[in-house]
């Protein structure tokens, strides 16, 4: 048993609040929280942790993540999401031969440095599965699928396959196998279907982009638009295979993260509260396309985290910077307000995201805890702000408990 003492702790519950002078008991699971006094009389024999500068609250979440795009820095085309996407495919073989493995390794090595416990890894090609493993770091690792088209389909579902059974025999509770639908333009509904059913039949989680650009939706909507164009270099008769509507439907009945869905604005009350979140990435969004309405999406009750995407269309992985971004980025909401909500858009609302007992200090959760450098504020509405503002690392990481070394 440990017992860890802190100047401020952050619980990130409901009502967000914020404990002074306490402190936590805990194990792999969080036992208590009160007065150190309290629980040292308690738990007579537990070792006492001191941070009482400092900062505790739960580890962070970056739920959407593609590692195996972190060796990139200047090689793709931003401003435009079809443009980007042209260079993806331009640059597939400067990509692929790019040093993966250290890039990968550096980017696991970010996220824990910045107190971050779990990702939500889209994986494409399988290459990121051993490194996570080998990290203290605990990972959703969602096997992504693709193929648009239909004679290609058995092929793509085979590579799929092979990759999911590899992950699968890998499952633990630090890595956790998933299922990630690439999105609606990309992937032919026979492919989103078997997918799908596979994820149910599994009791596993599904993320997809969606929504990600006005191309995207127009394509969706009416059929035309860049995507149009786009498609007709492969197939001069390119359909789309779904409405937002009906691709939202697939969905039905199984927990699933829609990623960006900048442009979803319409569709937002087709999605289910209670299984369906949405993860913004605002450094991507606002190179690709455009600035996602929070505001919106926060009023019609849906549940959102905020990530860092990959380095395809991102500078850093460090999610503190991510927040800044955000911060600035969303100057239509409360700063106060805003600061709270980012926190536990990286705390809470990622755990209920990616359906795990983590993001709320309380009896019982897992015992993932980031701790902080402290400092001084004139009332505890200002620590989230200065905390946004300050942070680049964490002081210390527990994952399960145990004091994680980076």
Not at 18 to 45: G, R, T
Not at 143 to 160: D, Y
Not at 167 to 179: C, G, R
Not at 344 to 370: F, Q, R, Y
Request: hydrophobic letters at 40%; glycine letters at 4%.
């Amino acid at each position: 048993m440990k017992i860890l003492k802190a100047k401020f702790i952050i619980l990130c519950n409901e009502s967000f609040e914020v404990l002074q002078n306490s402190a936590i008991a805990f194990s792999d699971k969080i036992e208590k929280i009160a007065k150190f006094d309290e629980l040292i009389n308690e738990y007579k024999d537990a070792k006492v942790i001191d941070f009482s500068n400092d900062i505790a609250m739960p580890a962070l979440i970056n739920s959407h993540i593609h590692l195996e795009y972190s060796a990139n820095k200047t090689n793709l085309d931003y401003g435009d999401f079809l443009s980007w996407l042209k260079s993806i495919i331009a640059n597939g073989q400067t990509l692929a031969n790019s040093n993966k493995d250290k890039a990968i390794k550096q980017a696991i090595s970010t996220q824990l440095k910045a107190g971050v416990s779990t990702i939500g890894e889209i994986s494409s090609f399988g290459l990121s599965a051993l490194h996570c493993i080998n990290s203290p770091i605990r990972t959703v690792y969602f096997n992504e699928i693709l193929g648009s088209n239909i004679a290609m389909i058995e092929q793509q579902w085979s590579g799929f396959l092979q990759r999911f059974k590899t992950s699968n025999e890998l499952k633990s509770d630090l890595f956790i196998p998933a299922v990630s639908v690439h999105s609606p333009y990309s992937t032919h509904i026979e492919l989103a279907k078997k997918a799908i059913n596979l994820a149910k039949e599994n009791d596993m989680m599904i993320a997809t982009h969606f929504m990600e650009s006005l191309d995207e939706k127009r394509w969706l909507e009416s059929g035309d638009g860049g995507f149009s164009e786009f498609f007709k270099e492969f197939n001069k008769n390119a359909k789309p295979f779904y409405t937002p509507s009906s691709f939202i439907e697939l969905f039905k009945d199984v927990r699933t993260l829609f990623i960006h869905s900048v442009f979803a604005k319409n569709y937002l009350h087709l999605l289910d509260k209670n299984l369906h979140s949405i993860a913004s990435c605002p450094v991507s969004n606002r190179l690709l396309s455009a600035k996602f309405d929070l505001s919106n999406a926060l009023d019609n009750n849906i549940n959102v985290s905020l990530a860092t995407d990959g380095l395809s269309s991102n500078i850093s992985l460090n999610i503190w910077d991510e927040l800044r971004a955000a911060m600035m980025t969303h100057s239509d909401i409360n700063l106060a307000k805003f600061a709270k909500f980012a926190i536990k858009s990286v705390t809470t609302n990622s755990a209920k995201a990616l359906n795990l007992n983590l993001g709320e200090l309380k009896a019982g959760n897992i015992a993932d805890i980031a701790i902080f450098n402290g400092f001084d504020v004139s009332d505890t509405d200002q620590l989230c702000i200065e905390l946004i503002l300050h942070t680049k690392e964490a002081k210390a990481l527990y994952i399960k408990g145990e004091k994680c070394n980076y």
